[in-house]
């Protein structure tokens, strides 16, 4: 029992041995096999890329030097810049410049006066001539232009309202003609626009510079009054 299972292995032995050679024969002729391919691959590759450099060659034409022109005599009285300006081609107008040509020119138009400040001025002075303030309240901070369109959307004559100040926060004043004043306030009114009925510009207590929050009562009147 023992002879027979050394004999099936060294029969086993000799069979592993056998086909080991036989992979390694097939193995160096594969290896043979593929060095003889990429050989070819390669001398394949050199003759394409000498044909196509060939090809760009014969595209490509050759250029010839020309000899150069001889010299153009200038005359003397005529300096290179004017023949520059001579041969030079024509300017191509812009769109700028089209543009301008066919804005039509504006037309200067005249102030309208209206009847009502043509006859106020063309009378006599029915009270005195000195001006007033007319104040007014405002939540927030406004702009000049803002308390404008207001007084237009009101109906107020813009030629009669002077000038537009605010004097403290939250107050708005309008410099009107003294003789105006009883006018403004009757359409404030009607609109209800409640207008101010006593404000002292030089009271102490409007004035909000937090520098002269340490000065006292007379101290701050002063500044005011200034």
């Not at 939540?139 to 100040?165: A, C, M, T, W, Y």
């Not at 409007?206 to 006292?216: F, N, Q, R, V």
Request: glycine share 2%.
């Amino acid at each position: 029992m023992a002879d027979n299972t050394n004999i099936a292995i060294a029969n086993l032995t000799n069979e592993i041995v056998k086909l080991r050679a036989d992979f390694a024969k097939e193995r160096e002729q594969w290896s043979e096999e593929r060095r003889a391919l990429m050989s070819l691959l390669t001398k394949l590759q050199n003759k394409l890329d000498k044909y196509e450099t060939n090809s760009v060659s014969k595209k490509i034409p050759t250029k010839k030097q020309q000899p150069a022109p001889p010299p153009v005599p200038q005359k003397a009285s005529v300096t290179s810049t004017t023949m520059d300006s001579i041969h030079a081609p024509p300017s191509k107008p812009t769109f700028a410049k089209i543009a301008a040509k066919n804005v039509p020119a504006k037309k200067q138009t005249k102030a309208k006066v209206s009847l009502e400040t043509i006859q106020r001025t063309l009378s006599p002075a029915t009270g005195p001539s000195s001006y007033t303030f007319v104040y007014l309240a405002c939540r927030r901070h406004l702009r000049h232009s803002e308390v404008r369109n207001f007084l237009g959307v009101l109906k107020v004559p813009q030629s009669r309202i002077i000038d537009v100040q605010f004097p403290a926060r939250g107050t708005v004043a309008l410099l009107v003609h003294a003789d105006f004043k009883s006018e403004l306030v009757s359409l404030l009114t009607e609109n209800k626009v409640p207008v101010k009925p006593v404000f002292d510009p030089t009271n102490a207590d409007i004035l909000g510079d937090p520098k002269i929050a340490s000065c006292t009562a007379a101290e701050r009147k002063q500044i005011a009054q200034k």
